[in-house]
């Protein structure tokens, strides 16, 4: 079957490719779960079910992944972070599995690196706070636009903040020189390109503890996805939720929609283009997807194994921070666009056509990430920037 190219009325951008569902790939890697679950303070995040989305969205149920508290950090990214940096640590000082947080500290202590990323918020407080958990420096550049209190964020986890007067993209390639010019330097970044996808593959990895728990918690309420909302920024979170179900032998192939500001939809653009394309970027408040550039390690899975593509505008997802927060989500304008992207294709004009291609009957269920907490910057100031 051929992806649709059709951009519906009232939609800034649709892209649907029902092929996706039927596409398989190698299982991903289940190590980061244990890991992880030997961590300080883990706890698999909420699985909340939303009775009053369920009517709206034309749904049989409707499930928010609530990531508002991961390890402590307002945000998912932490575990994929952590899991690429416990393996960066292992592969110095051949460690080997189980990988624990005493053992990967003393590792440190005898062979320490400075860890480099580039971010606007929650990616690099993340390496910041493995960092100094692990007893190790971090360099964290951020482009100029981003918000004070992010950057304090970062700065109170013990980190050196440099600001870059530029954008994203930028920022990246700044703090890929800055590591490339110092043989003591890791870069911990979470978008790959030619030459380097070992860090962004393993941080894909440890997404996959999030799409385990959801298993676990739909497993005990006795249904199985249908429908998976995804917000998109370089597309590493979308890559994990792929791999995850196309993956399996197990249980059946939900459909995966990733979701993209309409002023930063390099992915949507990319699938309709059927290459990976950059775009440039803007304003957005949806910080943490404001990226021009798909991963490459991304692109391909989510060409093949992605069914639906959507991009909206920050007053949609304004809403969606403002209602999950009535339901009693605390979510970013980030985390919220899985609720605006899904409405924007389940619900309005051309719905009939795109819930088709979707595969989603009235009584499928459906899952939103809501990869965030409440952002300070949430819902009024615009940034500029991802996290
Ligand atoms: C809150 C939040 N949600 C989603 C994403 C998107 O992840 P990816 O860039 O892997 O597509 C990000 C990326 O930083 C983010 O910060």
Known sequence: MNPSRATAVG???????????????????QDALAFHGRLPG??????????????????????VKDESQRFGLPAFKVLGVSWAIALVIADRRGLRSPLDLPALRAAATDDPVTLITATDGNHGRAVARMAALLGLPAHIFVPQAITPAATAAIETEG???????????VTV????AAAAADPGAVLVQDTAWAGYALIPGRIVEGYETMLAEIDTQLAAVGVEPDLLAVPVGVGSLAQAVVRHYRGRSAGGAPAVLGVEPDSAACVLTSLLAGAATSVP???????????????????????????????VADAATVRAVDDLATLGVSTGPSGAAALAGARAALTGPGAGQ????LGLSATGTVVLLSTEGRTAAATTAPGRSRS
């Not at 795109?354 to 291609?357: I, L, V």
Request: with cysteine.
């Open 159 to 169: 980190a050196t903040v440099t600001t870059v007067a530029d954008c994203y993209d």
């Open 173 to 176: 390639e700044q703090a890929a």
């Open 11 to 29: 939609n800034p951008g649709w892209y649907a490719n029902p092929a996706g569902r039927s596409w398989q790939c190698a299982a991903a890697a």
């Open 354 to 357: 795109r819930r088709a291609e």
């Open 42 to 63: 883990y706890a698999p995040t909420p699985l909340i079910e939303l009775r009053a989305l369920a009517e709206e969205l034309g749904a049989g149920r409707v499930f």
């Open 281 to 311: 970027t803007g304003s957005t408040v949806m910080a943490g997807l404001n990226t021009g550039t798909p991963s490459a390690l991304a692109w391909p899975v989510l060409h093949s194994g992605l069914d639906g593509a959507i991009a």
